[in-house]
DNA sequence: CCCTAATACTTGTACAAACAAATAACATAT
DNA sequence: ATATGTTATTTGTTTGTACAAGTATTAGGG
């Protein structure tokens, strides 16, 4: 029973395995962008804002694409106005949303982090081709 | 450019998957033995410690198995020794060390919630068969 | 209009994680 | 024996996350 892994089931290696490496790539990319004095949460908030392209977002259209979307999606966004990286004003129409935006010191900070950030992706990835990354993601997803 | 996803690098893509995926299914488990009180960490722990059968490990020992392995291993084995769920008492050889060993009463935790844990892991993979998921092993391996 | 419900966001609190420093016991060299 | 360094564990502090409740504003039915 102990000679080798055969009594556990494979479906709990795999997610023992997903897990682990969710965590490990958390680690790195949360590691990297923390030069820029910024967590991962404040990052993708920072990009999911520079994807509108100028358009405003409010604090829901920014929570549904987090990872830990709740109501502490407000407490991101206040560190990143004190560091000025976001604009935060009330929506005219509609007083209980709020507007948010990115500021070119936000975009700079991204910039700067893009380069960083491409690397560790690619250093994490290095041990697979592009089929294999294509297969990985596919295969994740049913998850 | 926003047409289609091809300015995004595969591995970035690769990479957010398998963040969001270890965090779903942190998630996933995490909720699953919450129900007898306790935290993944916490079910970590009592599963190294029911692994090694009667033998008694060091805080060293738990804490390289552990996803968060640091200083923080203590006070997660402080909450199970207060349920009674693990013996702590000092190493007769090396007063320095720990030896940590799981109760009977842990054990009976932990018999309770394998179904449960194997339920919950069986639900998250069902849409993959034995074959993917020894693909997703061996490819996340490589990670 | 007025009341109630729903929506959008914020705040409070408890618990967990990250990071650094401290304590205690042992090992080694003199 | 004594000083020095190393190992094993613990503690302090700050920050992050989960869960629940609160506030403000709008929407809709009478």
Wanted: hydrophobic content about 35%; glycine content about 4%; overall charge positive.
């Amino acid at each position: 029973m102990s000679i080798d892994d055969s009594s556990i089931p494979l479906s709990r290696k795999l997610i023992t395995t997903i897990i682990k490496k969710g965590a490990k790539v958390t680690e790195t990319i949360s590691s990297t962008v923390k030069e820029q004095g910024i967590t991962l949460q404040q990052f993708n908030v920072l990009r999911i804002l520079r994807g509108r392209k100028g358009k405003a977002a409010s604090l829901q259209d920014v929570s549904k694409d987090m990872i830990h979307a709740n109501s502490n999606t407000t407490r991101v966004i206040d560190k990143l106005v004190d560091k000025k990286y976001v604009d935060r004003k009330q929506c005219p129409n509609d007083r209980r949303q709020i507007e948010l935006t990115i500021t070119k010191k936000g975009l700079d900070v991204l910039a700067i982090l893009d380069d960083k950030v491409n690397t560790a992706e690619a250093e994490i990835t290095k041990d697979l081709n592009e089929d294999s990354m294509t297969a990985l993601i596919n295969e994740l997803e049913k998850i």
